[in-house]
Each structure stands twice: as C-alpha cells, then as structure tokens.
C-alpha cells in the first residue's frame, strides 16, 4: 500500500474556495477504484494549511489518480494556481 501526504499554503483569500474544492475532490478521488481511503484537511491553527492524506493500493493507482479528470480540474485547473506553497510525498506502512 501507497501512503501520500500532500501539504498545501493557500495564497490569502483563497484558502475558502480552495476547502470547497477539496470538499468534492475527496469524494470523487475515494471512489476511484485504487483508493484506499482520501481525506482532506483543514488546519485549525492556521486556516490556509491544507493536509491531503492518501492511500492507494499501490504506485500505479496513484499514478492513475493523478491522470483523472477531477484531478486535472480540481488540483492542477483550481487549486495549485491558488497555493503559495505546495508538496507532496510517498510512503510505505512499517
């Protein structure tokens, strides 16, 4: 199993529109069939903080949800132009 953490900075004044993205990309991103489990999340100490946290039963199901139509619209079309910072990073369960 395929673990990704994806850390985001939303630009000031973006970060509402952004949550509301990620609301309706988690869902669409849960139901490919080699996700394990999305969840996107909010910072409470700093509401421009996003944390993306990603299972996918291995590398090509992650790769496969990144050639997704909701991935191309949601991230790269919406929210990366609107992220002062943005990373990500694969793991493995030990």
Known sequence: MLIVIAQYRAQPGTADDIADVLRHHSASSAAEPGCVHFTA??????????????SYVDDAAFDEHRSTP????????????????RSWSRYVAV
């Open 70 to 85: 909701h991935f191309r619209d949601n991230i790269e079309g919406f929210v990366a132009p609107r992220l002062a910072e």
């Open 41 to 54: 999340l909010r910072s409470t100490d700093d509401p421009d903080r996003f944390v993306l946290y990603e």
